[in-house]
RNA sequence: GUCCCCAUCGUCCAGAGGCCUAGGACGUGGCCCUUUCAAGGCCAAAACGCGGGUUCGAAUCCCGCUGGGGACGCCA
């Protein structure tokens, strides 16, 4: 078996089309077959190198690996259609002078205006055929006098193209319903229908599988295929990803691209699982599996045969369980350019790595994306007494008289306490629970307010051994200075009596 | 306009003629856990588009309608 993934570099990498790139990986991996990235980049106006690149970049972070490919090489290159056009010249010609094809000297305006009549006239929009008879002569005399042709694929008329969809079944269309595609354009590039036609065939692909959108292009290749002896694969077409209102997902839907998720913070395994899960089933109950068992359980056959909802808030929930089987090594590293971008100033080098993975799980317990994690970890590394004085919901829970007790009690049980790991922390809370009687709500929430400066955060058996190592950590370690639990209750209890 | 594809909770899937009083998941609501916010656990509400057939029996098969989507480029 050998599939192959086609994009065109004009664009990222939607996740639509991730979606067709997966689907294909599963089904190499999971029936050992290869997988064949080619490029499609006839248009030369909308190809750039740089969306090539972007393109593979992103399937490499989404893991979907290939065997051929413009990076990897491989015995039926080159795998860019602008190095190959020389093959859709030479075929073209073929098909030239065996009567397949011919040439077609319409302009522009003229076949424009024929499309309009025919669609006013109720008549299917197809070429009309004017140059089909041209005889041979008269064509080499045009072009002898400079004129620049098209070359058609002369489609056999009054049949039925039947082919059977491995997803959706037998497909039929008549020939009639097809106009005479172009094969080569006037500047002798070749058109998809062909190229892909010559490549697929060249490059010994078994398995089209590709998106619903060419289903109707499919008839048009098979007679391609006969007219120049190839057997045609087998074909696969995957149902459309729609956004919310049930149009194709686009940009003001929100985020479209492979890059996009990436940069919210979702994990390649999630996007991945997620896309998986649209239209398509690992089996009944089970949702969230490894890639490799995906593919292990990927039936073709089975994929769903209408359109899928991209629905954020699903991918949020795999996104979530991805991050919580995550090693916290790798979630720490993951997370440094989200803090950066939120302000924090940070390079970490071992140390301050290894800090920050064992604060991680305070964040990866409950936060749905990378994107996330800084403002979870923000009281770590942020503390301003005065600041935290200046809410007004802050201050009033102050006013009272019971929650100064507490304050006061901590940063006096702190001022001669080592360091808090999860034990001391407990037992200062319960040395003040004795002195002020004080329990629950009452008690702990005070203790938040004036360590965290905040009313709201993490657990604090988590935060708060978490606070105390960052404030051994040296300056050498790359992160923002730690601020200590007894310096912070001091602080709060000096602003505190400045109000 | 012509051709093609599609149709189960709001969303994604399960359902291959009787296992369906239609199952799971996300989301939603409620409850629980809890020192807060989250996260987590439990419970609940929520669907076979409509009309005809076929059959002892239809969410499942057939036809029509309606609705949605795609294609009709010297774009891919």
New binding site residues.
Partial sequence: MRVRF???P?GRLHVGNARTALFNWLLARGQGGALILRI????V???TRESEEGILRDLRWLGLTWDEGPDVGGARGPYR?SERLHLYQSYAAELLAAGRAYY?????TQ?DAE?QA??V???????AGTCRRLSSEQAHARIAGGE???V?FRVPDDHDIVFR?L????????AD?I?D??IL???R?????F??VIDDALMAVTHVVR???????TPRQIVMYEALGFTPPAFA?L??V?G?D???LSKRHGATSVAEFRARGYLPEALLNYLA?????P?????LLPIDELARRF?I???????????E??????N??YL?MAEPARIAELSVPYFQSEGFEMAPDAHGLEFLASAMVIAT????RLAQIPA?LRQLFHYDAEQALADPRVLDEMQAEAPQRVVRALATALATASRLDRERFRSVAQEIKAQTGLK??Q???P??VALTG????????L?VPAIDRGAELPASAGLPRVEGCSERAAAFVRALGRR
């Fill in positions: 086609a994009p065109s004009t499609e980049d006839t248009d106006e909308r190809s259609q077609c000297f319409c302009t522009m076949l499309r025919a669609v006239e109720g008549r299917p929009a197809l070429y620049r042709p098209a058609r969809d997803v959706r079944g037998d497909v039929r269309f008549h319903v106009g595609p172009v354009r006037g500047d590039t070749p058109a998809y229908n190229a892909v998106g619903e959108d060419h289903i109707s292009n077409h149902a459309m729609l919310p049930h149009s194709p899960l649209l239209g398509w089933s089996g009944a109950d089970q949702e039936l056959e089975r994929v769903g045969h209408s359109a899928g909802v991209f629905d808030e699903k991918l949020a929930w795999v979530r369980h919580k317990s409950s936060v749905d979870r629950g709500k008690l702990f929430h203790i938040r905040t009313a709201e955060g993490p657990e604090l058996d935060l």
